[in-house]
DNA sequence: TATGAATGAGACTTCATTCAT
DNA sequence: AATGAATGAAGTCTCATTCAT
């Protein structure tokens, strides 16, 4: 009765959110309705972010969401419009996070008039993604696994918002090198590099692959690209 | 849009290739009939690959494959015994001569009783991916793209590509590491690093999101991680 | 034209009916949608015993029957798992009768302390089965019709309730035997001839093909069975 | 490119044997290019007949055929029209004898004017009837199991030989209780019990499924038919 | 609102038949 | 003549989406 195909960008002008918001809703906000309807909503994302783990996104029904949520098939379209619309709210939050962290902290590196300034941004951006793994783990791991899709369908998102965290962690490195933070090296390549070890090993941690600890990772991994990556004042001597 | 009646791992006992030979064919092997049977081959691969480097593996359907390789839907059937088998197919070439690099690496690093001889084997293995990237381009992007999914349906090949490479890679390291050419580093941390930003780098080139000029990025790269993760008393005075 | 994967017996766990019943479903028993999923049962049943009589099971489509029966294609699903399925469910009101008549008949004869005891076993089974052919006339046809065919694919259970009848058969006659009510014969051979004879006749009667008159029919089978066809002055003498 | 759906009674223009004769066809009869023609006609009859009865008719696939029989797929159709031409090659000799056997029957039946010379014919019936069991058997197997199909597809063939059996049979029951060797008994019902019969029987023999000794059966038969099953006690008084 | 039944497009796969080799 | 590759119609089954209850 209606095509199944979506085509990528359709959503360009849709709210971040991506959930359904009825025009007229009864009840206010916080009443019984508005809480029943939060309840479904976590229950269905929740339902989804589990099989989309499983499976992948494209592999999953809505029949499964649903059944597995313990609501009717139906029930579904009263939350999201179609399965993109439900990824897209799953991302949602981790997304406006992602992005504000990187926003701020190219703000403030834009502002800063040390090079003590300029490097407390990295602390600011790296606590702030920590929250955001901490506190949206399983969604992190759906974005790693499905973040090199074409955007297409449902699975778009993800690839949408890997494009734009690339685009702004190269700003942020620009802005990083001009403050004598890192050694004379191209932005998109040390950038690159920072992103895709950190999600190769971060994917390794969340996916349960990672055999050692994973606590102590974030140091190390500093170590090893800073020591690299670190302009030649900067680093300390071995030893 | 979804793949039916999949099971990961159906195909332990299927050749390497996952291409599906008759038993006995007339027409010797060179004469017209095994010229076309290549060309046919060649064509339904192609067709797919451009196809799933475009939609994702999961979103092309077999009649968009046959179509775009000119041939009747039936006649896939004859060359592979669904898509997942042509997926392998396309990635056997490449996987064998990864794991065939990886695995002489370190047949090599095992028999090696200079340090020289062990670096000798990481430019070996450098100069095989390479190898392996320049020839077949595509299919390394078409895995850089689907690997990170879960194991299931058509895309499971590229994820157990990727498990077994990730394995190769640690135990690569850890030899490499005892004969004094890396930091004492955990092997799996520097591993994946080391995998995750050539991979993410890779990507891009692959993709043509890369601004920069790709045949400086092995050497950029090198450098980056090298003069975090070298040993100290390898370690090159900056300047 | 030909059953794709079917293989025989893989019904063995599932009920009786062979219908497919959501475990929950709305709607008090009785209500519209009860109704409603009644009404559509009996469509597709009534549809496919008419084309699966006039065409044989194996070449009737699903398409066929929703389409005979005003249905969608994908509807035919919500209430028969496949075309094996509602062969079952058509079967399942008359096999339950058939074997119980049996049962019941093999009971009585157990127990039967005397001739005419015995003797009312057969009356009642004649009309046990007079019943079922009288109500279920098509089903019974149909029966008839496909229970030689080996036990595979969607005409399977028309052959296992052939089995099943002989070898029940078999045993009310081995009882009846030892009540005196028969000749001294090999209990297979007369019980084959007896369900031989009598099917064959009924097959003609519901078929159309039959001239004479059906209501005398089993008066006179029950005369020819138990009294012979030879003519009387041929008659040898008893020994 | 074709159409697969045969309709019904699209034969009954061509031959009886259903086997294909090229038009022109080099070799002389008895020459070395009839003889292999005649040796790949027979491997595939044989290689269908053994799977019509382990499948059916119609499960079975033309590519099913050749592959048993070890010839090429394309092959078939130089030696068959397609399936239903098979069937009816397959058919032909046995349907020949037993409509001759039936045909010289009633012809004597016709001619006798003593009740001996009616009785021969009943002989004679027998032993050419013995005779198609004795050196077609499987061929008998397969028309027991597929008779009471509707007479459309492949299996046509063996209804319509069933109808015309049906058909002759009643006949010679007619005459022969023309010449007093049955009771007065309405001639369709009595010839359809003694098919019934006789055919319920075969079909276990031939099946395997029959317990007893299958030499002893058509004595039994005659026994039986002709004499009844009352127990001797029970008889009543002929009127 | 919630439910799950209905719809029909469309994906996968098979197979009779034709045809180049 | 024999082979088996090619074709595409047709069949099975799934699933996103709509809608009556």
Redesign the interface.
Known sequence: MMD?GDSAGRRSTSSTSGAKRPSERPGQPGGRRDTNRRERTKALSDAALALF????I??V?IEDITSKAGVAKGSFYRYFDDKQALVEALFAPVATQVIAAFDESIAKLKAARSRAAAFASYEAIGEALGAVILHHGDVVLLY???C???A??A?APARLLA?VV?EKAIEHTRLAREHGLLRA??A???T??????????L??VLNG????EPLE?PG??I???????RA?DL?KP??
Chains 1, 2, 3, 4 share one sequence.
């Open positions: 199944k783990l499983e499976r992948g494209e592999a029904t790693l696994q499905e090199r899709a074409p297409e369908g699975r494009d690339a090296f191209p998109e390549v040390s690159l590099t920072v992103i895709g070890a950190a999600e190769r090993i994917f390794s692959d990672f055999k050692g990772v190390q991994l170590t090893l690209i800073f020591d690299g990556l030649p680093r071995e030893g």
